[in-house]
């Protein structure tokens, strides 16, 4: 796992700051954006918070101020001095805000997944319950690893991120149980992505396994490491990149 640069944590109240809980598994929610360049821009910031914000009115917990707070603290810990490429992440539960910053770190050309029989509690959101999956990506190298997870036989997502498969030229994602990241949303805005059940022992028929997230940016997938499966080809992977790679380019410098 990695290092955390920044950890801090504070009081909804008064947003005096005290000691620092990383807050897994409160009853909460938490977002991770990627932070780039000098000075910092924070990649599809807007709907990072969106999606935080109503997340929060789904689990009741929408403090007075949250908005302006968090954009308080993030003023005050990240430095437009300083040139990043890290992910911050906020976590909320009903008496915490807790920021953390750490490097992004890049995935090896021989990326793989490990299959895990697992959903996540409450998939559809982006919530605290994560303690399990914790406990899996602590005894890998997720610079080389990341942890697929599926369900009656069906993947779902990364511990970490959204998968997409590739089949005679079609992109496609799991259906349902698995939560709908910011990156995932910006891509079904940009290419035709369909759904359709992901099932173990249909692997063999893909083309591609590409990761997308905030922390992974877009990788590919070498090979599945408890499955026959290993990567064909790198033709969408490359295609998806670019369109990565110009939202990047085209996101503005944080002003908040």
Known sequence: MATLLLKKSYRHKDLEEIKFQD???????FTTMRVIGKPFKILFFKEHLDKLFRSLKIYNIHK?????????????????KKTYNHLFRIAVNNKIISISLRKKL?????????????KRIDPEYKNLKYKKILNFLKKIDTTKFDIALYKNKKILESGTSNLLFIKKNKIYSPISNFYKGTTLNFFLKKIKILKKNILINSLKTYDEIIIIGSGKGVAS?????????????????????????????????YNG
């Not at 897994?24 to 929610?29: F, N, P, R, T």
């Not at 007075?64 to 437009?80: D, F, P, T």
């Open 23 to 29: 807050l897994w598994d409160s009853h909460g929610v």
């Open 106 to 118: 890049i995935p090896k050309s021989k990326f793989s997944l490990k299959l895990i029989n697992y």
């Open 64 to 80: 007075k101020n949250i908005k302006k707070n968090i954009l308080y603290l993030i003023n005050e810990n990240l430095n437009r």
């Open 221 to 253: 997938v070498y090979s599945v490491y408890n499955s026959s499966w290993k990567r064909k080809s790198f033709k969408y992977y490359r295609v998806l990149l670019k369109i990565y790679l110009q939202a990047i380019s085209k996101c503005p410098r």
